[in-house]
Structures are given as structure tokens and as C-alpha cells.
């Protein structure tokens, strides 16, 4: 009904005599059910007008998802309760606060819109870690970052801490997104730091885990049960793809269309 009574309001017209209604016959369903627009916020900050403003121009096309990237090496853009250095050091005071958060979703709600939040992990990690530098895979301290590209900040995928760490902050996040799926980033991991960390080499000998992918598929794999104990389905970029993920997962493309291909032969939904 919203996407029809859409349809209406733009067929609206004017002459000499008034407006009105063209006499016409409409028949129309979606191509794909997931129509989403990803907006950053962590690079380039945008302010509250912004995305609302946003999110009437997707309600006009009839989109359904907005994909609000709020974590990278450049910023962290909301609000943590349970972790307040997150907002507090990793953001130059340019975040949203969990107020704002709850009403970009309930205004994305009245236009038929799921807001789905991405933080990304463990790469593309820098403004988590400018805030804890302890769950780092080298040591600190660390800055929010000014320039774009690959960087080699990530989490450590062998301290049990990052895990408590990370159940903490998904837990309250998830209260904030209603939605079902949960983005994890997962791109760009150049594993550099992680080569270089004696005693991560030494937990993947222990674990038989034998690159830096099947390092990360591990990581992934305890953020699963971490999301889907809060409710939650996991989204990823591509490079989330591995042998040792379940195809419950949700590969997002972005490398290219091979990337979707693959996933989708081998049984996963994909983005």
C-alpha cells in the first residue's frame, strides 16, 4: 500500500482546471526485495537532516534498506553506553547519539525502510582501537586516521578478550537496530599486523588454522554465534566467503559480480 499510494502521489498533475489523477491501469511488483542504499557516515560525517533527507529521496524510489556504515579507521559515529571512549575518542565529536539513532530508525520505519548498521571488523579497525588500543593485534597507542585506503589496525583474533569485548557492544547495538541482519564489514583485511604477532602465529599453529583467511574465518564464525545468540542474521563483504562459514551467512559483492556468483552456487544469499 505505501509503495502504491507512492506510485499515486507522483502521478499527480495540474492543469487550468486543477489537479488530478491520469486514468490509467498500474501493474507493478519489486525486481529484488532487499533495495537498499548504503550511506558512510564514518569517512564523511553526515548530520541528522542529511539522512532523513535521504531517506525520503529512497521512500520516492521505492528502496527498503538503508545500510548505515558507523564504524572505520576514519570514525566512530555512534553512541556507546557500555563503551563510551568508542564515541568520545574515536569520533572528533562527530557521531549520532542513541536518541538520534532511534529516530532515524522509526522515521526509516514510517516510510517502509529497515535500517541494517554495519560496524566493521575486525579490519578497518582504527577508531575501535584509538578507544582500546588493547584489543589491537600491535601495540598502541593508537589515531583516528586521515587518509584513505588499506590500513593495517585490526582486532586480535586470539585474545578472548576481544570476543567479551565484542558480545558486550553487539548486545547494545542490537537493541538499538531492530532489524534481523547485522553487518560485520569483514573487507579489506591485509593481515599484516596479525603475521607480525608472535602469539597470534602461534594460537594458529595451535588451532591448525592455516593462513590469515581461515584466521578470519575463525573470528567470523565466534561473531556468528555472538549474533545469532542476540536474534540476529550476519552480513559481510565478500571476502567473508570461506569453507568454514555457514551458508546462513549473507555474502555482500562488492569486488565484482563473480563474487555473487560464486557465493550463490555455493549456496549463500547474497547482496
Known amino acids: 500500500i505505501m509503495r502504491g ?6 502521478l499527480l498533475d495540474a492543469d487550468s482546471s486543477g489537479y488530478f489523477f491520469p486514468g490509467c491501469w498500474i501493474q507493478d511488483k519489486p525486481r529484488f526485495p532487499w533495495r537498499g542504499l548504503m550511506i558512510d557516515v564514518c569517512r564523511n560525517f553526515l548530520p541528522m537532516d542529511v539522512i532523513l533527507r535521504n531517506l525520503d529521496g ?18 566512530f ?3 556507546s553506553k557500555s563503551f563510551p571512549k568508542l564515541h568520545q575518542l574515536g569520533s572528533d565529536g562527530l557521531y549520532f547519539s542513541q536518541s538520534q539513532i532511534r529516530e532515524i530508525v522509526r522515521y526509516a520505519e514510517a516510510r517502509g525502510i529497515r535500517v541494517v548498521p ?15 588500543p588493547e584489543l589491537a593485534s600491535a601495540p598502541g597507542p593508537y589515531t583516528i586516521c586521515r587518509r584513505w585506503g588499506v590500513q593495517d589496525p585490526v582486532f586480535n583474533p586470539a585474545s578472548e578478550k576481544t570476543y567479551r569485548f565484542l558480545e558486550k557492544f553487539i548486545r547494545e547495538m542490537a537493541t538499538l537496530f531492530p532489524d534481523a541482519y547485522f553487518h560485520i564489514g569483514g573487507d579489506e583485511n591485509n593481515g599484516q599486523h596479525w603475521s607480525a604477532n608472535a602469539e597470534i602465529q602461534q594460537f594458529m599453529k595451535k588451532h591448525n588454522i592455516p593462513d590469515n583467511h581461515a584466521l578470519q574465518a575463525y573470528f567470523n564464525q565466534r561473531i556468528l554465534k555472538i549474533l545469532t545468540q542476540c536474534g540476529k542474521k550476519m552480513v559481510g563483504w565478500d571476502e567473508i566467503l570461506h569453507p568454514d562459514m555457514p551458508t546462513s551467512i549473507v555474502v555482500h559483492s562488492w569486488r565484482g559480480p563473480q563474487y555473487m556468483m560464486e557465493s550463490a ?3 549463500y544469499n547474497g547482496i
Not at 58 to 75: F, P, T, W
Not at 121 to 128: C, I, N, Y
Open 265 to 267: 552456487q555455493k549456496g
Open 5 to 10: 499510494l507512492e506510485t499515486l502521489v507522483q
Open 118 to 132: 554495519e560496524f566493521d571488523m575486525p579490519g578497518h579497525a582504527t577508531s575501535w582501537l584509538v578507544a582500546y
Open 58 to 75: 529512497m521512500a520516492m524510489l521505492k528502496m527498503n534498506v538503508l545500510h548505515l556504515h558507523l564504524s572505520e579507521d576514519q570514525g
Open 77 to 79: 559515529r555512534i553512541e
